[in-house]
Protein backbone atom coordinates (compact mmCIF):
# COMPACT_ATOMS: atom_id res chain seq x y z
CA UNK A 1 0.00 0.00 0.00
CA UNK A 2 0.94 2.90 -1.26
CA UNK A 3 2.01 5.73 1.88
CA UNK A 4 0.31 8.89 1.83
CA UNK A 5 2.09 10.05 5.20
CA UNK A 6 5.18 9.02 6.74
CA UNK A 7 6.16 10.55 9.83
CA UNK A 8 9.72 9.76 11.01
CA UNK A 9 11.56 10.40 14.59
CA UNK A 10 9.36 13.38 15.54
CA UNK A 11 9.96 14.94 18.78
CA UNK A 12 7.68 17.45 19.81
CA UNK A 13 8.51 19.67 23.28
CA UNK A 14 6.49 22.00 24.96
CA UNK A 15 8.59 24.48 27.43
CA UNK A 16 6.71 25.90 30.15
CA UNK A 17 7.64 27.87 33.64
CA UNK A 18 7.25 24.12 35.11
CA UNK A 19 9.63 22.73 32.76
CA UNK A 20 9.95 21.16 29.51
CA UNK A 21 7.11 18.63 28.54
CA UNK A 22 8.59 15.86 26.27
CA UNK A 23 5.17 15.27 24.48
CA UNK A 24 5.90 13.35 21.27
CA UNK A 25 9.55 11.48 21.54
CA UNK A 26 10.81 10.17 18.07
CA UNK A 27 7.85 8.81 16.71
CA UNK A 28 7.93 7.06 13.56
CA UNK A 29 4.40 6.02 11.65
CA UNK A 30 3.25 5.43 8.02
CA UNK A 31 -0.10 5.34 6.76
CA UNK A 32 -1.66 4.59 3.42
CA UNK A 33 -3.79 5.52 1.02
CA UNK A 34 -7.29 4.77 2.27
CA UNK A 35 -6.03 3.52 5.71
CA UNK A 36 -7.34 4.16 8.84
CA UNK A 37 -4.67 4.31 11.80
CA UNK A 38 -5.77 4.52 15.60
CA UNK A 39 -3.57 6.38 17.85
CA UNK A 40 -4.80 5.06 21.21
CA UNK A 41 -3.71 6.29 24.95
CA UNK A 42 -4.75 7.84 27.74
CA UNK A 43 -4.82 12.12 28.35
CA UNK A 44 -1.48 13.29 27.73
CA UNK A 45 0.00 10.52 25.88
CA UNK A 46 0.62 12.84 23.23
CA UNK A 47 -2.33 12.02 21.08
CA UNK A 48 -3.32 15.26 20.74
CA UNK A 49 -0.14 16.93 20.10
CA UNK A 50 1.04 14.16 16.92
CA UNK A 51 -2.20 15.53 15.04
CA UNK A 52 -1.38 19.62 15.75
CA UNK A 53 2.17 18.50 14.61
CA UNK A 54 0.87 17.23 11.43
CA UNK A 55 -1.47 19.93 10.83
CA UNK A 56 1.55 22.23 11.63
CA UNK A 57 -0.49 23.99 14.45
CA UNK A 58 1.36 23.35 17.61
CA UNK A 59 1.08 26.36 19.09
CA UNK A 60 4.64 28.25 19.30
CA UNK A 61 5.61 29.25 22.05
CA UNK A 62 5.67 27.06 24.40
CA UNK A 63 5.10 24.06 21.47
CA UNK A 64 8.28 23.09 18.98
CA UNK A 65 8.75 20.79 16.72
CA UNK A 66 12.09 19.60 17.62
CA UNK A 67 13.47 17.31 14.99
CA UNK A 68 11.57 14.93 12.95
CA UNK A 69 10.02 14.64 9.42
CA UNK A 70 6.35 14.61 8.40
CA UNK A 71 6.52 13.36 4.60
CA UNK A 72 2.96 14.11 3.04
CA UNK A 73 2.40 13.14 -0.30
CA UNK A 74 6.27 12.82 -1.18
CA UNK A 75 6.94 16.33 1.04
CA UNK A 76 7.86 17.57 4.29
CA UNK A 77 5.20 19.68 6.07
CA UNK A 78 7.87 20.98 8.28
CA UNK A 79 9.65 23.96 6.86
CA UNK A 80 6.66 24.73 4.73
CA UNK A 81 5.51 28.23 4.54
CA UNK A 82 2.07 29.24 6.34
CA UNK A 83 0.29 29.95 2.90
CA UNK A 84 1.27 26.90 1.50
CA UNK A 85 -0.05 25.18 4.88
CA UNK A 86 -3.31 27.09 4.38
CA UNK A 87 -3.58 25.38 1.01
CA UNK A 88 -3.26 21.79 2.43
CA UNK A 89 -5.00 22.50 5.81
CA UNK A 90 -8.40 21.59 5.19
CA UNK A 91 -8.09 20.88 1.53
CA UNK A 92 -5.59 17.78 1.63
CA UNK A 93 -5.89 17.20 5.37
CA UNK A 94 -8.85 18.09 7.78
CA UNK A 95 -9.91 17.75 11.40
CA UNK A 96 -12.32 16.80 13.19
CA UNK A 97 -12.78 18.07 17.30
CA UNK A 98 -14.04 16.24 20.21
CA UNK A 99 -16.35 19.17 20.84
CA UNK A 100 -18.43 20.08 17.59
CA UNK A 101 -19.06 23.61 18.47
CA UNK A 102 -15.46 24.83 18.20
CA UNK A 103 -15.25 24.21 14.61
CA UNK A 104 -18.90 25.40 14.12
CA UNK A 105 -20.18 29.30 13.76
CA UNK A 106 -22.79 29.89 15.40
CA UNK A 107 -24.42 32.69 13.42
CA UNK A 108 -24.11 30.82 10.21
CA UNK A 109 -27.07 28.18 9.17
CA UNK A 110 -25.16 24.83 8.65
CA UNK A 111 -26.09 24.00 5.33
CA UNK A 112 -24.46 27.88 4.56
CA UNK A 113 -20.82 26.74 6.12
CA UNK A 114 -20.97 23.45 4.51
CA UNK A 115 -21.62 25.33 1.31
CA UNK A 116 -19.08 28.41 1.95
CA UNK A 117 -16.41 25.37 2.05
CA UNK A 118 -17.52 23.86 -1.07
CA UNK A 119 -17.02 27.02 -2.74
CA UNK A 120 -13.78 27.75 -1.21
CA UNK A 121 -12.28 24.46 -1.99
CA UNK A 122 -13.92 23.23 -5.22
CA UNK A 123 -14.17 26.71 -6.98
CA UNK A 124 -18.22 26.15 -7.66
CA UNK A 125 -21.24 28.94 -8.28
CA UNK A 126 -22.85 30.03 -5.43
CA UNK A 127 -25.91 27.97 -6.55
CA UNK A 128 -23.79 24.68 -6.94
CA UNK A 129 -22.27 24.66 -3.83
CA UNK A 130 -26.06 24.60 -2.65
CA UNK A 131 -26.68 22.02 -4.47
CA UNK A 132 -23.44 20.14 -2.95
CA UNK A 133 -24.16 21.17 0.20
CA UNK A 134 -27.40 20.05 0.30
CA UNK A 135 -25.76 16.32 -1.00
CA UNK A 136 -23.65 16.47 1.94
CA UNK A 137 -26.20 16.98 4.38
CA UNK A 138 -27.70 13.94 3.13
CA UNK A 139 -24.42 11.78 2.30
CA UNK A 140 -24.08 12.35 6.63
CA UNK A 141 -27.69 11.22 7.12
CA UNK A 142 -29.14 15.01 7.64
CA UNK A 143 -32.95 16.00 6.44
CA UNK A 144 -32.24 18.75 3.41
CA UNK A 145 -35.10 20.49 5.52
CA UNK A 146 -32.71 21.13 7.94
CA UNK A 147 -30.02 23.23 5.96
CA UNK A 148 -31.71 26.59 7.04
CA UNK A 149 -31.19 25.86 10.72
CA UNK A 150 -28.44 27.07 13.34
CA UNK A 151 -25.79 24.95 14.93
CA UNK A 152 -27.53 25.38 18.24
CA UNK A 153 -30.92 23.80 17.13
CA UNK A 154 -29.23 20.10 16.39
CA UNK A 155 -28.39 17.47 18.68
CA UNK A 156 -24.64 17.17 19.66
CA UNK A 157 -24.69 14.25 17.49
CA UNK A 158 -26.25 15.50 14.89
CA UNK A 159 -23.60 18.73 15.15
CA UNK A 160 -20.87 16.03 14.71
CA UNK A 161 -22.55 14.96 11.58
CA UNK A 162 -22.13 18.14 10.42
CA UNK A 163 -18.40 19.23 11.22
CA UNK A 164 -17.92 15.29 9.31
CA UNK A 165 -19.61 16.94 6.62
CA UNK A 166 -17.80 20.20 6.35
CA UNK A 167 -14.28 18.15 6.84
CA UNK A 168 -15.81 16.15 4.02
CA UNK A 169 -16.91 18.29 1.85
CA UNK A 170 -13.33 19.49 0.70
CA UNK A 171 -12.59 15.34 -0.29
CA UNK A 172 -9.61 15.84 1.67
CA UNK A 173 -6.82 13.24 1.53
CA UNK A 174 -6.41 12.62 5.26
CA UNK A 175 -8.48 13.32 7.78
CA UNK A 176 -7.84 13.38 11.25
CA UNK A 177 -10.45 13.12 14.40
CA UNK A 178 -9.45 13.69 17.45
CA UNK A 179 -11.93 11.73 20.00
CA UNK A 180 -15.07 12.42 17.54
CA UNK A 181 -17.58 10.50 19.70
CA UNK A 182 -16.30 11.41 23.12
CA UNK A 183 -18.44 14.27 23.99
CA UNK A 184 -21.58 12.02 22.72
CA UNK A 185 -23.70 9.15 24.64
CA UNK A 186 -23.53 5.75 23.67
CA UNK A 187 -25.89 5.45 20.78
CA UNK A 188 -25.34 8.49 19.09
CA UNK A 189 -21.86 7.18 19.19
CA UNK A 190 -22.29 3.81 17.49
CA UNK A 191 -24.18 6.11 14.97
CA UNK A 192 -21.46 8.47 13.99
CA UNK A 193 -18.66 5.89 13.80
CA UNK A 194 -20.75 3.94 11.28
CA UNK A 195 -21.45 7.15 9.34
CA UNK A 196 -17.29 7.42 9.62
CA UNK A 197 -16.99 3.86 8.62
CA UNK A 198 -19.37 4.37 5.39
CA UNK A 199 -17.78 7.47 4.33
CA UNK A 200 -13.74 5.85 4.71
CA UNK A 201 -15.08 2.93 2.30
CA UNK A 202 -16.77 5.37 0.27
CA UNK A 203 -14.31 8.01 -0.27
CA UNK A 204 -11.37 6.00 0.66
CA UNK A 205 -9.90 8.83 2.70
CA UNK A 206 -7.26 8.23 4.95
CA UNK A 207 -7.93 8.82 8.98
CA UNK A 208 -5.99 8.92 12.37
CA UNK A 209 -8.21 8.06 14.63
CA UNK A 210 -7.56 9.54 18.16
CA UNK A 211 -9.26 7.71 20.75
CA UNK A 212 -8.98 5.99 24.26
CA UNK A 213 -11.41 3.10 23.32
CA UNK A 214 -10.35 0.08 21.85
CA UNK A 215 -13.96 -1.02 21.19
CA UNK A 216 -13.41 2.10 18.37
CA UNK A 217 -10.23 0.41 16.84
CA UNK A 218 -12.10 -2.51 16.81
CA UNK A 219 -14.27 -0.74 14.79
CA UNK A 220 -12.80 1.31 12.17
CA UNK A 221 -8.96 0.81 12.49
CA UNK A 222 -6.24 -1.33 9.96
CA UNK A 223 -3.42 -0.07 12.18
CA UNK A 224 -2.68 0.84 15.44
CA UNK A 225 0.20 3.60 17.45
CA UNK A 226 -0.42 2.75 21.31
CA UNK A 227 0.98 6.13 22.61
CA UNK A 228 2.27 5.99 26.30
CA UNK A 229 3.78 9.91 27.87
CA UNK A 230 4.82 10.97 24.32
CA UNK A 231 6.09 7.26 23.01
CA UNK A 232 5.00 4.78 20.84
CA UNK A 233 5.31 1.79 22.46
CA UNK A 234 3.60 -0.61 20.43
CA UNK A 235 2.72 -0.02 16.50
CA UNK A 236 0.88 -2.73 14.50
CA UNK A 237 -1.86 -3.88 12.35
CA UNK A 238 -5.25 -3.89 14.44
CA UNK A 239 -5.88 -7.68 13.78
CA UNK A 240 -2.47 -8.60 15.37
CA UNK A 241 -3.25 -5.85 18.28
CA UNK A 242 -6.29 -7.70 19.56
CA UNK A 243 -5.18 -11.65 18.38
CA UNK A 244 -1.48 -10.85 20.24
CA UNK A 245 -0.76 -7.51 22.08
CA UNK A 246 2.68 -7.82 23.50
CA UNK A 247 3.51 -4.09 25.41
CA UNK A 248 2.93 -4.64 29.17
CA UNK A 249 0.81 -1.35 29.00
CA UNK A 250 -1.10 -2.36 26.25
CA UNK A 251 -1.85 -5.83 27.59
CA UNK A 252 -2.90 -3.57 31.09
CA UNK A 253 -5.50 -1.67 28.21
CA UNK A 254 -6.93 -4.64 27.27
CA UNK A 255 -7.49 -5.98 30.98
CA UNK A 256 -9.08 -2.70 32.45
CA UNK A 257 -11.93 -2.77 29.18
CA UNK A 258 -15.15 -3.89 30.81
CA UNK A 259 -16.39 -7.28 29.27
CA UNK A 260 -19.94 -7.85 29.95
CA UNK A 261 -19.64 -11.37 29.71
CA UNK A 262 -16.71 -11.67 32.59
CA UNK A 263 -17.18 -10.68 36.00
CA UNK A 264 -16.87 -6.82 36.78
CA UNK A 265 -14.63 -7.74 39.88
CA UNK A 266 -12.17 -9.15 37.10
CA UNK A 267 -11.18 -5.90 36.14
CA UNK A 268 -7.44 -4.83 36.43
CA UNK A 269 -6.81 -1.08 36.23
CA UNK A 270 -3.76 -0.57 35.53
CA UNK A 271 -2.02 0.62 38.93
CA UNK A 272 -0.96 4.58 39.06
CA UNK A 273 -1.48 6.97 37.15
CA UNK A 274 0.92 8.71 33.94
CA UNK A 275 3.60 10.25 35.29
CA UNK A 276 4.35 13.86 35.15
CA UNK A 277 5.25 14.61 31.92
CA UNK A 278 7.92 17.55 32.84
CA UNK A 279 9.44 14.74 35.17
CA UNK A 280 9.60 11.83 33.40
CA UNK A 281 11.19 8.33 34.90
CA UNK A 282 14.64 7.19 33.64
CA UNK A 283 14.58 4.23 31.52
CA UNK A 284 11.12 3.14 30.25
CA UNK A 285 8.44 5.53 31.03
CA UNK A 286 5.96 3.13 32.01
CA UNK A 287 8.15 1.11 34.89
CA UNK A 288 6.93 2.37 38.04
CA UNK A 289 3.26 1.16 37.01
CA UNK A 290 4.62 -2.10 35.16
CA UNK A 291 3.46 -5.15 36.44
CA UNK A 292 6.84 -6.96 34.45
CA UNK A 293 9.63 -4.18 35.00
CA UNK A 294 13.04 -5.78 36.19
CA UNK A 295 15.97 -3.39 37.33
CA UNK A 296 17.35 -2.82 34.14
CA UNK A 297 13.65 -1.12 32.89
CA UNK A 298 14.81 1.97 35.34
CA UNK A 299 17.90 2.27 33.80
CA UNK A 300 17.74 1.51 29.71
CA UNK A 301 15.16 2.92 27.40
CA UNK A 302 13.66 0.38 25.39
CA UNK A 303 13.67 -0.12 21.78
CA UNK A 304 11.91 -0.74 18.83
CA UNK A 305 11.87 -4.55 18.48
CA UNK A 306 9.92 -6.13 15.73
CA UNK A 307 8.66 -8.81 17.15
CA UNK A 308 6.82 -10.17 14.06
CA UNK A 309 6.26 -8.96 10.25
CA UNK A 310 5.09 -5.33 10.65
CA UNK A 311 4.68 -5.60 14.59
CA UNK A 312 7.01 -2.96 16.77
CA UNK A 313 7.21 -3.29 20.64
CA UNK A 314 9.18 -1.10 22.69
CA UNK A 315 10.06 -2.81 25.53
CA UNK A 316 12.89 -4.18 26.83
CA UNK A 317 11.68 -8.09 27.92
CA UNK A 318 11.87 -8.40 23.97
CA UNK A 319 15.14 -6.99 23.78
CA UNK A 320 16.21 -9.81 26.06
CA UNK A 321 14.30 -12.59 24.32
CA UNK A 322 15.85 -12.03 21.19
CA UNK A 323 19.50 -11.88 22.96
CA UNK A 324 17.89 -15.57 24.34
CA UNK A 325 18.35 -16.69 20.60
CA UNK A 326 15.90 -15.13 18.56
CA UNK A 327 12.77 -17.02 18.79
CA UNK A 328 9.70 -15.22 20.80
CA UNK A 329 8.01 -17.55 22.69
CA UNK A 330 4.82 -15.99 24.04
CA UNK A 331 5.01 -18.50 27.26
CA UNK A 332 7.79 -16.89 29.01
CA UNK A 333 6.83 -13.21 28.43
FE1 LIG B 1 7.68 -2.92 31.56
FE2 LIG B 1 10.32 -2.88 31.41
FE3 LIG B 1 8.91 -3.39 29.24
FE4 LIG B 1 8.93 -0.95 30.26
S1 LIG B 1 10.66 -2.03 29.39
S2 LIG B 1 7.18 -2.06 29.57
S3 LIG B 1 9.01 -1.39 32.43
S4 LIG B 1 9.02 -4.63 31.10
Given at each position: NESLLKIKDLTIHYVTEDGRVRAVEDMSITIGKGETLGLVGETGAGKTTTALGIMQLVPNPPGKIISGEIIFEGENLIGKSPAELRKIRGNKISMIFQDPMTSL????TVGDQIAEVIKLHQKVSGGEAVIKAQEMLDTVGI?????????????GGMRQRVVIAIALACNPKLLIAD??????DVTIQAQVLNLMKKLKEEYETSMIMITHDLGIVAEICDKVAIMYAGNVVEYTDAESLFLSPKHPYTIGLFNSIPN???????LEPIKGLMPDPTNLPNGCSFHPRCPRATAACSERQPKSIEVAEGHFVFCLLYEHQLQLGGILDDQKI
Open positions: NPVMPMERYKEYPHQFSEPTTALIEEDVEA
